[in-house]
């Protein structure tokens, strides 16, 4: 589902927390209604939460832009930048977002209207964002042959902001080309919502497809088997170990166990060579609540993670916007991310029309 659109001087937001059962765009014609959007829970997607930071910080040159030729200028994008980062809790997204933003193309610089280069640098944003996933998406596709029994971990990648991406645009692609012959949805929350909104997301494709409790999935492999493992990552260490949704660590160990192919999609910028190990990701825990409200529990505590650390050696590969990484990944992750090309023009033609 697309999340976002940016048309002229306006900004609306599809709030992600209302999605599917009502379709609400919130429209944001200033850097302070985008903050506040961010931070209450509308957008649950960081990538899209960081091109909409983009994107604020143009309303914030746009409001201001007679001082453009002034110190004021520079102050005043500070201040919009102060608030975008904290809407996000400083996430890593949006801190690399801004960072661009501060460090336009090098053939920008060069325009004496600063106004033009700022608005110019986040399209380009949003457009390397975009043609980084379709990479991602072909990417994934070529390890699938014909008659490929799909599973795919659900927490991410329902919301974008112009074609699918992550694990369901590698699966929408496998569709096109007529590859795919089984797809599973392992959801990992309770009420399903992440599988269910992807199911509904496939279903507009004409993609059949299963929806299953993650504390499946383990039986579904033994019984049923599949092909090939996707799941959406957060975060990859120097040497391949992933920070990954709640539940992800489990779904490695029985694809380990039953020898099937774990593969993690994640853009390269994801890919963090200044942590040596998951150690680097912390064992920080979750809120307690959200396992017990709505429960009859007791005098009962709740658990649990704030997500899941897998060692590289359950990893398969990592299909990102630059290539396929295998192990070893202390070499073939550091050649993704430094060496590894961008590639920014490639044929969608085969997307039917959707490019």
Known sequence: MI???????????????????????????????????????????????????????????????????????????AEAKALLLASRNNARDMVLAMTFME???????????????????????DREQVVGDRNTCRNGTDLMGEGTRLLIRTDRGAFHSASPCGALGIARRGLKRNVLEQVTLCEGRPSLVAGTL??????????PCTVIP????????????????????????????????????????????????????????????????????????????????GLDCGGAQGWTPAYDVIPAFLITGFITDRGIACAPYEETLEHTVKYAPKKMIVDFSDLGGQA
Not at 198 to 207: F, G, R, T
């Open 3 to 77: 999340a976002l659109q940016w048309q002229g001087q306006v900004l609306s937001l599809l709030d992600q927390s209302k999605y599917p059962q009502e379709e609400v765009w919130i429209t944001c014609t200033d850097v302070k209604t985008v903050a506040e959007v961010l931070s209450s829970g509308a957008v649950k997607e960081e990538k899209i939460a960081a091109v909409a930071g983009v994107y604020g910080y143009c309303l914030a040159a746009l409001e201001h832009q007679e001082l453009q030729q002034t110190p004021a200028f520079d102050e005043k994008l």
């Open 103 to 125: 460090n336009p193309p090098e053939a920008y610089t060069k325009n004496v209207d600063r106004l033009t280069t700022i608005l110019a640098t986040a399209v380009t944003f």
């Open 198 to 207: 992807l199911a509904q997301e496939m279903a507009k494709d004409n993609l």
């Open 214 to 293: 993650d504390h499946a999935a383990a039986t579904f492999l033994a019984r049923q088997g599949a092909h090939l493992v996707l799941t959406d990552g957060i975060l990859a260490a120097k040497n391949g170990d992933l920070k990954a949704p709640v539940g992800t660590y489990e779904l490695a160990i029985a694809c380990y166990f039953h020898s099937i192919p774990f593969y993690v999609v994640l853009n390269a910028n994801d890919i963090d060579l200044e942590m040596e190990s998951g150690v680097g990701h912390g064992i920080d825990e979750g809120d307690p609540k959200s396992v017990t409200d």
